[in-house]
């Protein structure tokens, strides 16, 4: 199923998706040290990374991709770069968290904090890869170097 709007009104800029995206990696650590939902941790962790690839596409192709499936998005990322295809496993582990942690299930869906620690590092990894390429001619807007 796909969005119906009148027009598209997802930002053209590269910058705004990356700003999102962070905003989105500073939620889950607030959650994850102050003792939040680990659901939403990972939730917020996956939306990151889909904010950020948008971001990224946007900037190397020049259009947006639609759909919340990060290894599709990282697919299209390695078509840019090859360094994305290491991130494939983890695009694909991230993926779990877009539905599972938002809707109930009748299927037991725990996530240990371990886990929680691990989706996290994954998100920032992929976050600090997407913004260094993003802004390796420039300085870094978001002053997270």
């Known amino acids: ?10 930002s053209r800029y590269y910058y705004k998706w990356l700003e999102k995206a962070l905003g989105d990696l500073q939620s889950a650590r607030i959650l994850l040290t102050w003792g939040g939902d680990r ?53 694909a582990a991230l993926n779990n968290y877009y539905i599972e ?15 929680e620690y691990a989706i996290l590092h994954m998100a920032e990894d992929m976050f600090r890869v997407i913004r260094q390429e993003l802004y390796a001619a420039e300085e870094d807007p978001h002053g997270t170097e």
């Open 39 to 91: 659901m939403a941790v990972a939730f917020h962790c996956q939306q990151a990374i889909e904010k950020a690839l948008k971001g990224y596409l946007l900037f190397r192709t020049g259009r947006h991709f639609d759909g919340h499936n990060l290894t599709f998005l990282c697919r299209q990322a390695a078509m840019c770069d090859d360094r994305f295809v290491e991130y494939l496993d983890e695009s």
């Open 1 to 10: 199923m796909t969005r119906r709007r009148k027009g598209n009104e997802d």
């Open 101 to 115: 942690t938002r809707y109930p299930t009748d299927l037991p869906f725990q996530i240990t904090e371990t886990q």
